[in-house]
């Protein structure tokens, strides 16, 4: 089970999905069906927070659009 939120604003909606608090394999995740909006929650974009690559950062963003492709 992944935990998000969804959120919308002007005409678009997203999934955010908080990645330092819960685990989940980014990378795994089939994005487009997330995004499917008959199928799935159904969103323009889904919106990733990871922990970052650099401690001199407070954390990572990532994009991924409707189709499954990282922005």
């Not at 005409?11 to 955010?16: E, L, P, S």
Request: aromatic share 10%; glycine share 8%; charged share 20%.
């Amino acid at each position: 089970m992944i935990r998000f939120s969804k959120m919308h604003g002007a005409g678009n909606d997203f999934v955010v999905i908080d990645a330092i608090s819960q685990s989940i394999q980014v990378n795994e995740v089939a994005w487009h069906q997330v995004a499917d909006r008959h199928f799935g929650v159904g969103a323009d974009q889904i919106l990733i927070v990871e922990k970052p690559h650099n401690p001199a950062h407070d954390f990572r963003y990532r994009i991924f659009n409707a189709d499954g492709a990282e922005v």
